[in-house]
């Protein structure tokens, strides 16, 4: 199958915006908190992190219109179980337990949600072989 979508090729997704009012706490969650390997900040308000060759920017709102929660980001993890204990641990609110939300043939997928340092909703997703 072609990853590179007809006409325009996108291939990937390069970067994704997360809003921050406070760049440097959120900076802090990203790195210390989901253990996120930073990749380079650019003036007071911006930090830049790889996820899987995916690069995650964390910026204040530009314009009150931009100033609201974005989409939610998915974090892929191998064991849901464990990742959510660890979280916690480190004293990340969530909103659920880990549950499963699909039964496939070969797999279940799991997910569980909860808030970064900024109240962004964010979610853990494990694909649980059977």
Not at 17 to 24: G, I, K, P
Not at 54 to 66: G, S
Not at 115 to 121: A, K, M, P
Request: with cysteine; net charge negative.
């Amino acid at each position: 199958m072609d990853t590179v979508a007809a006409g325009i090729g996108i291939s990937r997704i390069g970067q994704i915006a997360v809003n921050a009012h406070d760049v440097e706490r959120a900076a802090a969650f990203y790195q210390d908190t989901l253990g996120l390997k930073s990749l380079f900040k650019a003036g007071p308000g911006l930090a830049f992190f790889d996820c899987g060759g995916v690069r995650l920017m964390l910026t204040r709102p530009e314009k009150p219109e931009f100033d609201h929660p974005g989409s939610i980001i998915y974090f892929a993890v191998p064991d849901i179980q464990a990742a959510h204990a660890t979280m916690k641990e480190k004293g990340v609110r969530f909103e659920d337990e880990p549950h499963v939300v699909a039964r496939m043939p070969d797999h279940d997928l799991w997910m569980v949600f909860f808030r970064d340092s900024e109240g962004n909703l964010m979610g853990l997703m494990s694909e649980v072989r059977k």
